[in-house]
């Protein structure tokens, strides 16, 4: 049992987005991310590398959650904008679509994952075996905390 409810969603899928409507609802979830007076930007380049990769987790035709791996470094993956859908939390889903795109990272040969982590996100990404590091990438948000896996 990985704690996913089927019963309401279906079988949860982590893929590609399937088409504008889709990145209209990771626009949507990522916006949620963002501080009043910050600028989410939904044509930003960095969605558009060859190296970085935006991926869904969807159950029952319905975009529940999003993350970005981005594997610009040889040796490390980050994972960026991850965010799932406020009414869709807590049961399970952030940490089927995390251990996903870890997946997916070790598949790529990366050996480690970095992220910054919200303030209200260390708890959960704690659960899943990450910890503090250095990394000379600030967050954005200046209450955010650097943390990292190994794979
Ligand atoms: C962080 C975030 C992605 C987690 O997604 P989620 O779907 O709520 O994640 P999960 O359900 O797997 O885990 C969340 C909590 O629910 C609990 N949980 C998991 N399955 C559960 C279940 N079936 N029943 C009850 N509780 C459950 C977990 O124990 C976990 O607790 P913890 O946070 O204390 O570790 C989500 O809260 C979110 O989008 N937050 C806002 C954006 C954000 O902070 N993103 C991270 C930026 S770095």
Known sequence: MDGI??????????RT?????????????RRLLFEP????????PDDGR???HVRVLAAGGTVIGTLRIDLTDPHWAAFRLVVVEPAKRNRGFGGAM??????FARAAGRQAVRLHAKP????FYARHGYGPIDWAEPPRDPAGVNMGKIL
Not at 98 to 103: I, R, T, Y
Not at 120 to 123: I, M
């Open 5 to 14: 409810d089927r019963k309401a969603e279906g079988a949860p899928v982590f």
């Open 17 to 29: 987005p399937g088409g504008v409507a889709e990145w209209q609802a990771i626009h949507a979830l």
């Open 37 to 44: 007076g910050e600028t989410y930007d939904p044509a930003h």
């Open 50 to 52: 060859a190296d970085h």
């Open 98 to 103: 995390l251990a996903a795109a870890e997946a």
């Open 120 to 123: 209200d996100a260390v708890q």
